[in-house]
């Protein structure tokens, strides 16, 4: 499975099923700041904040905006209720690997989120609003969760300047992070099996 951080909150996976590779697609937006692809090309687009000021996906994606449980093309997707009306948390099931993503989540996870993404593979969480989610509370959320893996998402970039840093988040979890490039691949025999790690994505 391969893993790219766009920005923000938005993430693209590339999967693969018995017979064909996959494109994923999590909260593709306009920015107001900073680089973008102008458009992506995806087989699923799914959104934890709904579609407004979203770029367009082509490939005539199959596309979820809301709570629900489905499988498309051999992919397990699980959303639920996120804290706002609008807000979703996400999991999902490829490769023999389980993949949670907050979105815009802020404080602590409720019952239902948690049932959800508890001991998921792969973390993606939303590390740089420091007022609405302190690091502090991130990291109580990741430690209830209890991921093999953890790539942070919405710190600072060109695309979100007035977010904290990414050194914030490191320096309050205590993981001497794994830095890849654009792009991380990870294998279900390569996961850790004791202790948690952490992979800082360079924003594509």
């Known amino acids: 499975m391969h893993i790219s951080w766009l920005g923000s909150t938005a993430i693209k996976l ?21 680089t973008f692809p102008r458009s992506l090309s995806a087989d699923i687009a799914l959104y934890t904040h709904g579609e407004k000021d979203s770029i367009t996906i082509s490939g005539n994606p199959f596309t979820l905006s809301t709570v629900g449980e489905c499988e498309v093309k051999g992919v397990l997707i699980t959303a639920v209720q996120g804290k706002k009306e609008h807000q979703t948390v996400l999991r999902l099931d490829s490769e023999g690997m389980s993949i949670g993503h907050t979105g815009s ?22 590390v740089g609003d420091e007022k609405e989610n ?40 205590g993981i001497e992070p794994k830095k890849e490039a654009n792009k991380v691949i990870i294998k279900k ?15 594509e």
């Open 14 to 34: 590339q999967t693969k099923s018995e017979t064909e590779d996959i494109s994923v697609v999590i909260d593709p937006y306009k920015p107001e700041n900073g």
């Open 134 to 173: 302190p690091p502090e509370k991130v990291v109580k959320s990741i430690q209830t969760i209890e991921p093999r893996i953890v790539i942070p998402m919405a710190y600072k970039s060109d695309n979100s300047p007035s977010a904290a840093p990414i050194t914030t988040f490191i320096k309050e979890i």
């Open 189 to 203: 025999k390569d996961l850790p099996q004791e202790e948690m790690q952490l992979i800082v994505i360079t924003k």
């Open 105 to 126: 989540q802020n404080g602590l996870l409720t019952d239902e989120q948690l049932n959800v993404l508890s001991g998921v593979d792969i973390l993606c969480i939303s």
